[in-house]
């Protein structure tokens, strides 16, 4: 399998500072977007912790691949627990540095981070920022928010449309570092040639709805560099009121060019 991918981060039009941050590690296949929150750049601060610890403990598993050492270690886990497992090190990486700094008391961040493994993604998530697939034409999110708005989605309360305009859509549920222990979602999903994957902080999809990124993805389907500066672009014409960052990779399973 063979993986063409960029990524891109833009402070956008609104804010003063950019606290997302990212990761990309082609030796490893793990992909990360993170959208930090708290006041005095604390945000910057945990969602750079947050993708730092992820990328230490998918390498350090990705390493250990073989099972048991000669160190005595136990067997590997699977990809799914180890990002599990990878994702609470970014919570205990946060909650530690709030102890050291009492400055940076509150931050915490969103995560969605990606690994690939044998040609099937499995996906780890925390907070709102989101993962899709774009395969034969059509868009799907493959993750679910962790937002209060959503919620009142999930049980009928609001509609979705209504929930773009919700004046508490930004409200979460879940976050990497508020509490001790982080629930995370996994999902996996088995790749196909030609799929798109997007990995995006609430900066782009809060700015472009979902048929507008399809249209982005597919009408530059064999750049992804160009889909991502497109996005970028488009999120910061339709006003940039957040920071944006976008992960996109194509997907070519047969390896060949």
């Known amino acids: 399998m063979r993986i063409d991918s960029k990524g891109l981060s833009d402070t956008g039009r609104k ?10 590690d082609p030796s490893t296949n793990l ?11 604390a945000g910057e601060v945990a969602s750079r912790i947050a ?30 627990e180890n990002l599990m497992a990878a994702i609470q090190s970014a919570n205990d990486r946060i909650l530690r540095d709030m102890e050291e700094n009492l400055k940076h008391l ?13 040609n099937r993604a499995f996906i780890g998530h925390v907070g709102d920022s989101r993962a899709y697939l774009v395969r034969n034409g059509k868009i799907r999110q493959l993750t679910s928010d962790h937002t209060l708005v959503n919620e009142q989605v999930r049980r009928g309360i609001l509609t979705s449309s209504e929930a773009r305009q919700h004046p508490s ?8 570092g508020s509490h001790g222990q982080v629930v995370v979602d996994i999902n996996e999903e088995d790749l196909q040639n ?20 399809l249209k982005i993805v597919t009408q530059n389907f064999s750049n992804p560099g160009k889909a ?3 996005l970028i672009q488009a999120a910061n014409e339709q006003g940039g009121e957040d920071n944006i ?3 996109l990779l194509k997907i070519n399973t047969s390896g060949r060019k």
């Open 31 to 41: 992909f990360v977007v993170a959208d930090g929150m708290g006041g005095h750049a």
């Open 194 to 213: 030609d799929d798109y994957l997007l990995l995006c902080s609430d900066g782009l999809y809060s700015m472009v709805e979902d048929p507008r990124i």
């Open 245 to 247: 960052t976008v992960i």
């Open 15 to 24: 804010r003063k500072q950019n606290e997302d941050s990212y990761f990309i």
């Open 106 to 118: 509150g931050m915490g961040t969103t995560v969605v981070a990606l690994w690939m493994v044998n």
């Open 51 to 80: 993708v730092n610890a992820i990328r230490d403990f998918i390498q350090e598993a990705n390493q250990n691949e073989n099972g048991e050492n000669d160190s005595g270690d136990p067997p590997k886990l699977g990809a799914a």
């Open 169 to 176: 859509r930004n409200i979460l549920t879940r976050a990497v």
């Open 228 to 230: 991502s500066e497109s």
